[in-house]
């Protein structure tokens, strides 16, 4: 078993290399291979065959609607394909637009906005106020390149707290630090217990990255991947988890995340867990670990209680942003993924998506040469680009996901709060109110083409598809004919590339970004592929991308009806302590509770309670909300006064 500290070795190092030496040969000097072959066997052929299947099975239904914009010339197409082909060399990553028809006038129009967009950027790696609503810094940037931080004490902050990941995950994993109360005398399962941003990103890299023998997975137990996580505030759902569980829990490191601290979802999982523990005779604080904000109200319970450990979460670094900071890195490397690995990856990718560097390959002549190969030369630019094309700067079509990869299921989902988050707004950063947004779904391929795709190739028009393509169908040594010449994973690949000719054909554009295997270095790069794409998209339409007001929205409206069924169950109680017992219809419970006019929240409230045997229904049904008389099952007299 490797030992963590191979997995948080030193790996090449984060500072920023210089810039790239020169553009990419296959965007301005087609020469080279877009991609390397993927064999030289009948295999190229067949695979070649079975696309050509599909693609002619799929566009058998409706023949292609040529449509003004979308070239549809092969030979045109191919040129625009080589010429827009965008090749991360050291990442072995690409990202081909050229099945969205942007038109040279478009991407004209566009460079002195993306000018703006890569100064405002600049100057939010430098450390601006970039986040202007809640007065703050954003910094994810800076976890992967330390050197960028404006402060001396901010790197020593990101050096610390990653050194300190590593040792304790390493102690975790070795047996160094052991549960006090488990035979097995280690820690044998991780609970995660967040949301939002402090769940989505540790579950997308688990499912993406953790391997099939986790470090701490002992051959006993029925392990998926080492991880499990309490991500909602459903108590079936907590259950689950913990009775998944069994007499692991004594095995069973805790991690509680939350930058806020208060996250009542988050807290509710954790009351819940310390049940079970004290259910179980277990000391919860020593099997705890706390990843949250500094003097959070998480980081205090954590501290006055003994737990185990407690990371930091920067306010610099956003939910949907933090995969790289404590909340990703921890998980991960208790899960044996190299997290050095992960910020290599996305410290490359942001070098990329940071230069305006058009290298010695363009001749500097006129600017606008210059912002063309800027923008050419920067694939967070490239998708930002589309995705202002496709939804023409206002959301109007959706960003349908599609990774034609299993381990990459949970990337929409991933994207759909780091892309909606900040794209969704409804004031832009001048207080013009615009509604903004950019709708992400999908889940993979090639499965999703037997749910969904019909529409998507004949139906609405109102989407343009993003296409993760992953070249390594499995480990060298591995792969298996199921026909001759023919292996499942050349069948994903036809899937893709049929898909994605079907769709073009009745005019749906895509885009594809393509990585050679599913590794922490290209998930890191991913990753900060789309972060970048994110904020550059924010700033071309004009938003801040970095809170998220209508989220605190939802959660005030929460708290309101939690208190007003405070007021229900009081009203129903003091009914209920009367001798006899007074029954009181929904009127008399909404006139007791001085809010008659929240008489269908007090229904509702009143019916979840009586599904939940907490409210007896004493008349009627709920099904005709005006026959019901209800009061509680047993009076709490000491709640009367
Ligand atoms: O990490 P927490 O403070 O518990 O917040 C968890 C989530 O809460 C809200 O939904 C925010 O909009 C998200 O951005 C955040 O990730």
Redesign the pocket.
Known sequence: MASLSSLCSSSPSLKPTKPAASLPKTILNPTSLPFPTRSTKPLAVAAHSVVREIAADSSKSVPAKPKEGLEKDPQALWRRYVDWLYQHKELGLYLDVSRIGFTDEFFREMEPRFQQSFDAMEDLEKGAIANPDEGRMVGHYWLRNSELTPTPFLKTQIESTLDRICSFADEIVSGKIKPPASEAGRFTQIMAV?????ALGPQFVAEALAPDNPPLKVMLSPLLNGIRFIDNTDPAGIDHQIAQLGSELASTLVIV???????PE?RNGLLEVQKAFREAGLDFAKQGVAITQENSLLDNTARIEGWLARFP?FDWV???T?EMSAVGLLPAALQGINIREMLTGGALMDEATRSRDCGSCVEPRLSSIISSCQLRNNPAALLALCWYWASDGVGSKDMVVLPYKDSLLLFSRYLQ?LVM?SIGKEFDLDGNRVNQGLTVYGNKGSTDQHAYIQQLRDGVHNFFVTFIEVLRDRPPGHDWELEPGVTCGDYLFGMLQGTRSALYANDRESVSVTVEEVTPRSVGALIALYERAVGLYASLVNINAYH?PG?EAG?KAAGEVLALQKRVLAVLNEASCKDPVEPLTLEEVADRCHAPEDIEMIYKIIAHMAANDRAVVAEGHCGSPRSIKVYLGECNVDALY
């Open positions: 967040g949301i939002g941003g402090s995340t939350s930058k806020s601290g208060g996250t988050t979460m956003g939910g949907r933090s709060q988050e998220q989220v959660k």
